[in-house]
C-alpha cells in the first residue's frame, strides 16, 4: 500500500500522521519526505518536489510507502503529477489532515478539489480531522470542510478518524523513537528515581517516565483513527493494536 500524506497548508499535522499514525501500521512501510524545508529530519529518506519523476519511479519498486509531502513541495509536485499522466494512480490513498482554523479549513479543500481534478476519485482521499478531543467535537470545529462534501462529495470522511492535541508528539520530534515501543516501556523509572543520585539524573528519568504515560494514553487514539481510515483488510489486518500486543 502506497499511500500520500497531504495538504497545500502546513501546521496541520502531515508529519504526525506519516510518522506515527500511518508508518507504524502498514507493515514493511518506507518513509519518504518529500519537503525543502527540515529535510532529511528523523527517519525515511528525503527528496523535493521537483523529484518527483525520481519518486514515481522508485514507488514502482517497493511495496509499502507513506510519502509526506510538505506544504512547501506540494504545488509543484501536484503540477509534475499532471505531466506525468496516470502517476497518481501509484497512491492507493491520497490522506489529507486537517485543523479547525479557517485558513487551514480553505487549504484542505483546496487540496482536496486540486486531487478531484487530477482525477484521484473519492474512495482514495481520505480526512483526518486534527486538533480535536472526539468525533461530537468535529461537526463544530470543521464546518466549512463537511458543508463543502456535503455539496460535493469528492472525499471520504469519518468523525471518528480524529486526533487531539497531544504534547508527546513534541517530546519525540526528531528522536525517530516508536509511540508503541515507548508505551510499552517496562522500566521502572520510579524505582529508578529513588535510587538516582543527583537532581539531573532525576529529571532526566521523569521525563521518561512522563514521555511514556504520554505515549500509553495516545496510542490508542492512533489505533481508533487508523481503523477509521478504513484503508481496507491489506493494510489493517497487519497492525496489532497496544491492547491486543498487552495480552
Known sequence: MKIAVINFSGNVGKTTVARHLLLPRIEGAELISVESLNAGEGEG???RGRQFGALQEYLQTIDNAVVDIGASNVEELLDLMQKY??????FDVFVVPSVPALKQQQDTIAT???LARLGVP???????FNMVNSAADVPAHFDLVRAFLKAKPIATENAACHLS????????RGSGADLTALARDEIDYKALIVKASDTAEKLTLAQKLAT????LGVVP???ACFAALGLGESAANKVVPLARQAQ
Do not use: F
Open 122 to 128: 473519492p474512495s482514495k482521499v481520505r480526512l483526518v
Open 212 to 215: 511514556r504515560r504520554l505515549a
Open 112 to 114: 482536496l478539489v486540486e
Open 85 to 90: 499522466r496516470g502517476s497518481q494512480e501509484d
Open 165 to 172: 492535541a497531544n504534547e508527546v508528539y513534541g517530546r519525540i
Open 45 to 47: 529518506q528525503a527528496m
Open 221 to 223: 487514539e492512533l489505533d
